[in-house]
């Protein structure tokens, strides 16, 4: 039988980029089976031979930047000169020494091309130089406390939209929060999704992470539409204002029937908007050239196969010949419905005019942050990005979490990771695309599971998520480079570390001027609790998110209820602990807050006082930012999402309770977010 060093030794020998070992929540080192570290390396591939230059090379502004060249089969010293094209156009020159390029220390930020030329040689080799940290507003650099809501924007109502929340709603919603001195609104991802497929409406499991989820748009705002009689026509027939009047009036959304007749809507706008001046959509197709084409292509093929075929849910379920996006076929396709694509196109155009439009108005509120996206961990496997890069994405591999007390088989996302070594080949351009793509038009970005970063655990395509292993990702070198994009897009970045965190990401983390994400509830337990005044600044604060149950399905137990009811917990026994914990998480809140005020005695019943009272008392925290959800000033009890089912619960679809106007006209909720503003500015 193998030791442990033995063991540790062999699997590490598969791959350079396999982890054989992950520590468990009672941090104890846990060892993958031989087996399984094999199926994880079949799916890395053979590692590829080290080159003589690196194919990127990242380092900090003001270090002296040396390279070693890998000349491990010669003997002799390399008669080499080397250029450096920087980004603004110069160039530098030097002779390789000793086999090695070192450059000065003072070169400029941004994306350089390093050249190497010898007798025998002609090599390159993509030098990043990075800002020490992140970039921070000014408020926060002059250590202010700021607040905001977090919001899922499919849940807003009002009197105009279509059954969901829209662009229009989020800027109505930041104009009433910016009246009350709120300072942020954060987003759930608003990544592309499926249109053909419009109940695949999970926001973390998106068709491409690098275009916009198009359901989004308000139709009636689009000038094409409002110029178009026929569209004006349809849009106030009786049969149509009666279908929105029920989306509206719904309490959880209805994807296929809010598609529909957005699509519809949008197919009368664009018809008016083809006879019009197409200068400024030329420009954004050329701007944003293959990958913009992509998108395109893949909704307009998907909606055109879902006219014919049943279940055509994704690219691996289509006819082999369209499964690929380079294929002739699909070149065909293009060709034969170019109109249909570029219709599609045109819908990300418009998706992005009106998130653009937000953004501005964020800027013209002075709202410090305005409102900030989230980035999503990873994508569907039958979406837009992986049908059109699969070198890069790993199909026969999905990523999740490994096991632990609440998933005793781990869990799987069923998303596709990058592969950690091709993402390297190519100078991390798909990295850099992907944080451009998602901090345009917005003050700051969430990750999500941005351990993800250091290491993802990976499980071969259709095997228990218990057999997987972790792959290892260029923490370093990706987080240097989130700094520079975060610095040139004056985005604010927020990460989101929950769960078994890597020794030392924490501080790397807050070395980078990278925001912690602390959730308010995961910093008690039955033994200890952290004071309000002792949270880190560099953090932002919640009570609860979209994965956790409202602050009343909390104090109710709410959510054990539900997770029993549909088979999330592995055991009774687990159930019960949970439970327990939950007993003394509560009893200790409730000590602490009481402290400080009279607390509301009505606890069964969790009346409108008693949960406006917990949001006021953590307003106190010590974190830069501040956050709570709309479904607790409004006292909901269903939950956005409950992790561990698919089918089973509405996820993604339940609305607020009232509308935005109501909202902000409540007297009880206008007190709320004033001791809010008080609290954060004292």
Known sequence: MLTKQKRKITMKSLHPYLNPYFFDEYGRRRYASQAVCHKIAKRLGSPKSKPIIPPVKVATEGQAVYIRLNLANSNKALQARWQLH?????????????????????????????????????????????????????????????????????????????GIGDFSDLKTFLSRLAEKGGDFVGLNPIHAIFPANPESASPYSPSSRLWQNIVYIDVAAIDAFQQSSEAQAWFHSAEVQQQLIEARAKDYVDYSQVMRLKLEGLRLAYATFVQQDQQAFEQFINEYGESLKVQGTFDALHYWLSNQFSEQWGWNFWAQEYQDYASNVVQAFQTEHSQLVRFYMWLQFVAQQQLRACNQLAKALNMPIGFYRDLAVGVADNGAETWADKELFVLDASVGAPPDIMAPNGQNWGLSPMHPEVLQARGYQPFIDLLRANMKDCGALRIDHILGFARMWWVAKGDSAKNGAYVRYPLEDLLAILALESQRNQCLIIAEALGTVPKGMLQKLEDKGILAYNIFYFEWDQHDSKPLANYPYQAMTTLSTHDLPTLQGYWKGYDFDLGKKFGVYPSEKVLNILKQSRHFNKEAIRQAVEKVQDLAKDSEGVNLKFVHQLQMYVADTNSALFGTQPEDWLNMLEPVNIPGTSNEYPNWRRKLSYTINEIFNHEQINQLLDAFEQKRNK
């Open 86 to 162: 920087l980004e603004n156009g110069e160039i530098r020159c030097g002779k390789v020494k000793r086999n090695a390029i070192n450059l000065p220390k003072a070169l400029p930020l941004g994306y350089h091309h390093l050249q190497l030329k010898s007798e025998h040689y002609s090599l390159s080799c993509r030098l990043i130089i990075t800002p020490k940290t992140a970039f921070q507003p000014k408020e926060l650099q002059q250590k202010q406390k700021l607040w905001g809501a977090i919001l899922q924007l499919y849940t807003l109502r009002s009197e105009h939209n279509w």
